[in-house]
Antibody, heavy 119, light 110 residues
Framework: QVHLQQSGPGLVKPSQTLSLTCGISGDSVSSNTAAWNWIRQSPPRGPEWLGRTYYRSKWYTDYAVSVKSRITITADTLKTQFSLQLNSVTPEDTAVYYC?????????WGQGTTVTVSS | QSALTQPASVSGSPGQSITISCTGTSSDVGRYNLVSWYQQHPGRAPKLMIYEVSKRPSGVSNRFSGSKSGNTASLTISGLQAEDEADYFCCSYSTDSPVIFGGGSRLTVL
């Protein structure tokens, strides 16, 4: 059974960098069939996909246009985890952040991390 | 504004059936059979209920079913139960982005 465990701070100051990590158990971040995603949710808006990383003989990343200039998603094969960095945050980045496994279908989700951007 | 359009709220009485729509375009829902549906209870992570338009993951009740016609996908819940009260959102692959979501629909069981 695959489990994703998120970690990272819940409070980030404006203009600083938001950093979250998603630990994977029961699967490999280097899997040739999986993709590892970051998604955020800020009611009343629906979920917003931020980006993903995946391994197909080499590493690939895809990012949402809305955050492409500020986001980096990386994988750590030794620690079996992947991470999100979002730079130059503003209060608009306040949301619940989720990691999730899936190429087109998100079949496993992390528990969610509430991140507030405030001074 | 979300890329896929869902009704903000739907409701039904126990035992009834309800349908939630998810309207996209010919670049996403209409082109690919890669629509998925998620259930989310307050304060919880989303749970996959339907994938590839109409397939059910192991362990999901057969009261949940999915379909698609043109640019609109639908999630139907039959035999409504109190535990079905939750938010539901759809997701699709798109020519413009690997993953796009709907705005979500809140289901109230009366």
């Amino acid at each position: 059974q695959v489990h994703l465990q998120q970690s990272g701070p819940g409070l980030v100051k404006p203009s600083q960098t938001l950093s979250l990590t998603c630990g994977i158990s029961g699967d490999s971040v280097s899997s040739n069939t999986a993709a590892w995603n970051w998604i955020r949710q800020s009611p009343p808006r629906g979920p917003e996909w931020l980006g993903r990383t995946y391994y197909r003989s080499k590493w690939y990343t895809d990012y949402a246009v809305s955050v492409k200039s500020r986001i980096t998603i990386t994988a750590d094969t030794l620690k079996t985890q992947f991470s999100l960095q979002l730079n130059s945050v503003t209060p608009e980045d306040t949301a619940v952040y989720y990691c999730a496994r899936g190429v087109y279908t998100m079949d496993v989700w992390g528990q969610g991390t509430t991140v507030t951007v405030s001074s | 504004q979300s890329a896929l359009t869902q009704p903000a709220s739907v409701s039904g009485s126990p035992g009834q059936s309800i349908t939630i729509s998810c309207t996209g375009t010919s670049s996403d829902v209409g082109r690919y059979n890669l629509v998925s549906w998620y259930q989310q209870h307050p304060g919880r992570a989303p749970k996959l209920m339907i994938y590839e338009v109409s397939k059910r993951p192991s362990g999901v009740s057969n009261r949940f079913s999915g379909s698609k016609s043109g640019n609109t996908a639908s999630l139907t819940i039959s035999g409504l139960q109190a535990e079905d009260e939750a938010d539901y959102f759809c997701c699709s692959y798109s020519t413009d982005s690997p993953v796009i979501f709907g705005g979500g629909s809140r289901l109230t069981v009366l």
